[in-house]
């Protein structure tokens, strides 16, 4: 069975920084690609960054590229996101999640086929 369990999540005041962490187990990071999404409250999920596991491609959406860092640790199967200067907007839940092609990473995540079940950032001012 392939599980993705994201951790790191909680409450960060605005102007600081974050660091998420998720393990798969069941999924090696080899082939295909991981990735980050968010869900904020209200709105639609939407793609953060995601990286081919296999080496290359690493792709941010445009509002991420500033302060999102994504990388993997493969002899670990976990996948890491850094924020920096994290801001309000960022109040999320943010998932990982794992597919088989770079192009199957683009909004709303619905060519992923694995998902983790999410943790909560919540920033504060």
């Known amino acids: 069975e392939v599980q993705f369990v994201e951790s790191g999540g909680g409450s960060v005041q605005a102007g600081g920084s974050l660091s998420l962490s998720c393990t798969a187990s069941g999924f090696t990071f080899e082939h295909g690609v991981v990735g980050w999404f968010r869900q904020a409250p209200g709105k639609e999920r939407e793609k953060i960054a995601c990286?081919?596991?296999?080496?290359?491609?690493?792709t941010y959406t445009d509002s991420a590229l500033r302060r999102f860092t994504i990388f993997d640790d493969k002899p670990k199967n976990t996948l890491y996101l850094r924020v920096r200067d994290v801001k309000p907007e960022d109040t999320a839940v943010y998932y990982c999640a794992a597919g088989t092609r770079h192009e199957d990473c683009a909004d709303p995540g619905n060519g992923m086929q694995y998902w983790g079940k999410g943790t909560l950032v919540t920033v504060t001012v």
């Open positions: 990286i081919n596991v296999g080496g290359g491609k690493t």
